[in-house]
């Protein structure tokens, strides 16, 4: 799988889908207008006094007519789509909400919900994704989740009851790595507007089947009077025909979201595999849904909407049905399990949750990561294996990121889960090691602050201080769904604090940037402050001088003599078959590292593979990366909204 063909791809369907919905509609409008011909000819025949035909029957075509039919009809579907849109715009929260979920509280000390929350903590820092926000469907005894959003930074989790009651700890981890796969590949957003797209559609059929309810009244007031009769007739065609040209264009629908999500399931299927290593754990999930008479069979009202973003069906799991959004359950199976004889277990037993099952397994191992890098200060890196990693973290990366959390004291991450200490471990993370500067930095917090917020400040430093430096990112990952939980007000204050803290020492480092970005970059866009970029550039060219910027700038920060800067520049130039003249080092500051990384950000997914491949190829042009370097490269990735894992552990 490869993370920015499988982002092209999802492009592409979208378009299609666009085009497709275009289709429909057009086709909608000629039918609707068709019907209300009909309904004109056959009031107007009886209406005329003659009783012949009149020149609705004799004329079919009208243009203005035509006109008023099809300005209504698109009116009604694109507001009914615009309005379901808008219903979700705040991404997966939405979806979360509407199915009826349950927000899980970081703090849980429900143990099926920790070893959730530790599950999807570590696929996300192995991935390089914003650690997600989780909800589970408390009503919802089957086996089952979804992954919904817009993107990676508003993605969330949601799963059902079942799936913590009944699954061990590797098949939750093979259902979430499922669910990553459709964050990484691009699904959730054609996803939602799937949603939005049947939803106009399905409002034409409502309107009829409201139509039609209205007669019973019409025909009551029409008894003995032929022109009210007329009307009736009116009614009835035109209720009938709304209600059969909607649901028709509605089971086309179905049709196409059915065979887009078909196919998109095998891949998340295959993509699990590969990111857990462990074709037991999916397989064996996937073997209880079919082994439980609940299956995979979602009650809520809603669960027809979102049938597609579902890991099972949502209907049941042996039902045959022409718009079926997952593939036969057997079938799904046999493809990772080869020798499966197709024989689902009679009983399914809820699983013994332990404490020592929530963490996870053999972390501790030889040639762990962490240890090389802090032995060194560098470890080795290999360019192809970065972006060979983009979206499809392996066993290496999770090794890694487990490493990483367990080498967090518990105060820490608790603190790190908890939204009004979570400020307090941002405030902590960008204190300066220097003593006088930490001291103006405390100083000016402790202005500006909430006095309790200070104090927790105070107390969670030392924590941090004892941290390796490659800890610090996935530490400010971790407090992301914790600070999504702030109200505007709390975010705005928060955010303002950050700015000073980070001026206050009268210089802003590149950890302190690389802070920033990262957390703004998810937040802002969050709180309603930012908007996603959008696609503009496909090639090159338009974006070569901010990518001279960026790379400038990362030949400084990572080399020391000026032989290795130009050494680190020209290497990153040469991925992009692109040279150039390196810039002076009074030339590359971060507020132009900021302009240059929001024009990239722009850039088509197969551009930002090469953007990425020169950034990298520049920070391992000694063959080692240091924590910082690691750090900045993550940043850029983030701006960029591509999901690079733990650099390090690429190695």
């Not at 086709?27 to 056959?42: D, P, Q, R, T």
């Not at 979804?146 to 009851?161: K, L, P, Q, Y």
């Not at 439980?292 to 949502?314: L, V």
């Not at 990121?401 to 400020?423: C, G, Q, V």
Request: proline share 6%; aromatic share 6%.
């Amino acid at each position: 799988m490869d993370f920015f063909e499988q982002q092209e791809v999802a492009r592409r369907r979208t378009g299609r889908l666009i085009f497709y919905f275009i289709l429909a509609v057009a086709a909608i409008v000629v039918a609707i207008y068709l019907v209300v011909v009909i309904a004109l000819a056959i009031v107007g025949g009886g209406a005329n006094g003659s009783g012949g035909p009149n020149e609705y029957a004799q004329t079919p075509w009208h243009p203005e007519l035509f006109l008023l039919v099809a300005v209504a009809t698109i009116g009604v579907i694109l507001l009914s789509s615009l309005y379901k849109t808008s219903q979700l715009a705040s991404g997966g929260e939405a979806v979360a909400l509407m199915m009826g979920g349950r927000l899980i509280d970081s703090q849980t000390r429900d143990l099926a919900e920790r070893r959730l929350l530790n599950v999807v903590e570590e696929m996300a820092l192995a991935s390089g994704t914003p650690v997600p926000p989780v909800y589970v469907m408390d009503n919802e005894p089957s086996i089952n989740a979804f992954a919904a959003g817009h993107e990676a930074g508003d993605a969330v989790i949601g799963v059902s009851r079942g799936c913590l009651e009944y699954l061990d700890r590797d098949e939750l981890q093979g259902v979430m790595a499922h669910e990553f796969s459709h964050i990484l590949n691009g699904d959730m957003r054609l996803n939602l507007r799937l949603v939005g797209i049947l939803h106009g559609i399905l409002v034409l059929a409502i309107i009829g089947w409201f139509v039609l309810r209205s007669m019973r009244f019409s025909g009551r007031s029409s008894r003995g009077d032929g022109k009210s009769g007329g009307g009736v007739a009116v009614i009835l065609v035109v209720g009938l025909g709304l209600l059969i040209v909607g649901s028709i264009g509605l089971f086309f629908g179905k049709l196409i979201k059915g065979a887009l999500s078909r196919q998109r399931e095998y891949l998340a299927d295959a993509s699990a595999v590969q990111f857990t290593r462990l074709p037991d754990g999916i397989a064996g999930a996937l073997k209880k849904i079919g082994g439980r008479p609940e299956t995979s069979k979602i009650e809520d009202a809603h669960a027809e909407e979102i049938s597609h973003m579902f890991f099972g069906s949502a209907f049941g799991s042996f039902g045959t049905r022409l718009f079926a959004t997952h593939p036969p359950l057997v079938e799904r199976v046999q493809r990772i399990d080869p020798a499966f004889d197709g024989r689902f277990p009679k009983r399914v037993k809820p699983v013994k949750i332990t404490a020592d099952s929530v963490e996870a397994k053999g972390k501790k191992k030889p040639g762990d990561p962490l240890e090389a890098i802090r032995a060194g200060g560098a470890t080795p890196l290999d360019p192809a294996g970065v972006l060979g990693h983009i979206g499809v973290p392996g066993a290496a990366e999770f090794l890694y990121a487990a490493a990483i959390l367990e080498s967090m004291p518990d105060p820490l991450r608790d603190a790190a889960h908890e939204p009004y200490a979570a400020r307090a471990v941002i405030y902590a993370v960008l204190l300066d090691r220097d003593a006088e500067m930490r001291r103006r930095q405390l100083s000016a917090l402790e202005s500006i602050a909430e006095e309790l917020s200070y104090r927790e400040t105070e107390r969670i430093a030392p924590l941090i201080d004892d941290q390796a430096d490659e800890a610090r990112l996935p530490l400010i990952e971790m407090t992301l769904p914790a600070l999504k939980q702030l109200s505007p007000d709390q975010y705005a204050k928060f955010r303002e604090n950050v700015n000073v803290l980070i001026q206050a020492d009268g210089r802003i480092d590149l950890l302190e940037y690389t802070v920033r970005t990262m957390l703004f970059r998810h937040l802002d866009v969050h709180f309603g402050l930012a908007k996603p970029a959008a696609v503009r550039y496909h090639r090159i060219g338009p974006v070569l001088p901010s990518l001279v910027g960026v790379l400038s700038t990362l030949a400084y920060a990572g080399q020391k003599s000026e032989t290795d800067v130009r050494r680190a520049f020209d290497r990153g130039m040469e991925e992009v078959g692109q040279t150039a003249s390196l810039p002076p080092r009074s030339a590359c500051s971060l507020s132009n590292l900021d302009a240059a990384l929001k024009a990239l950000a722009e850039a088509a997914p197969k551009l930002k593979r090469q953007i990425l491949a020169a950034c990298v190829a520049c920070v391992a042009a000694d063959g080692k990366v240091t924590p910082r370097e690691g750090e900045l490269v993550q940043a850029v990735a983030a701006v960029l909204g591509v999901p690079v894992p733990p650099v390090g552990s690429a190695g």
